[in-house]
């Protein structure tokens, strides 16, 4: 039985998550991007970015297709909870890691002297603004409306459930441009034509 003392209780759980979690996720990378460009090693410049990237691609990967799968057998306050649950990683983590990834990604370009008119480089920066326009566009601000809809009690399940299945099947969307990005990535490290 949901009592005003349960839902205090889970409000307050959120908000410490909120805090000793969703905020080092979001500062930590930027952070740590921040210091490697500044320091001007480019192999660790290459190294954070192959390893934000994965992260990024990794999250992705599990939501696209592991939560869309295990969203489908639960109920409503089952999907309600791992919402909550997921909201602090989505809301913080999923943009920070985003946006160094593909900030990382300018920087290796511009040192790597890869040519902005390179047809594969044009195929990229497309690619990635797609990525970025459907984070800042749909996915943030479905997690800050779930992230609103937490903090006032989560009492309506159907639009937290609702915007976190949308952000999961566009993991899935995004998932997808990630593996094409890499695809030509693998051109930019190796050379060799596709």
């Known amino acids: 039985?949901?009592?005003?003392e349960t839902v205090n209780m889970d409000v307050a759980f959120f908000m410490r998550s909120i805090m000793w979690t969703g905020l080092p996720m979001l500062l930590i990378p930027p952070a740590i991007m921040v210091?490697?460009?500044i320091n001007g090693n480019f192999y660790f410049l290459e190294?954070?970015?192959v390893i934000s990237g994965s992260a990024w691609t990794?999250?992705?990967?599990v939501m696209g297709i592991f939560f869309a799968y295990i969203m489908k057998g639960l109920g409503d306050a089952e999907k309600a909870e791992v919402s909550k649950?997921?909201?602090?990683?989505?809301?913080?983590?999923?943009?920070?890691i985003s946006t160094t990834?593909?900030?990382a990604g300018v920087y290796l370009a511009l040192r790597l002297g890869i040519?902005?008119?390179?047809?594969?480089?044009?195929?990229?920066?497309?690619?990635?603004?797609?990525?970025?326009?459907?984070?800042?566009?749909?996915?943030?601000?479905?997690e800050a409306r779930v992230y609103l809809e937490l903090v006032r009690g989560g009492k309506d399940f159907r639009k937290i459930i609702r915007l976190t299945m949308i952000n999961i099947r566009l993991s899935l969307i995004q998932l997808i441009l990630q593996v094409t990005i890499i695809l030509f990535m693998a051109h930019f490290a190796t050379g060799f034509a596709l």
Not at 85 to 96: D, G, Q, V, Y
Not at 118 to 124: A, K, L, N
């Open 47 to 49: 190294y954070f970015h």
């Open 85 to 96: 649950r997921l909201t602090p990683m989505m809301l913080f983590f999923m943009p920070a």
């Open 101 to 103: 990834t593909v900030t």
């Open 58 to 61: 990794g999250m992705d990967l």
């Open 1 to 4: 039985m949901v009592t005003t």
């Open 35 to 37: 210091a490697i460009i």
């Open 115 to 142: 040519s902005f008119t390179s047809p594969y480089f044009i195929v990229v920066a497309v690619l990635a603004i797609i990525l970025t326009v459907q984070g800042l566009v749909i996915f943030l601000p479905n």
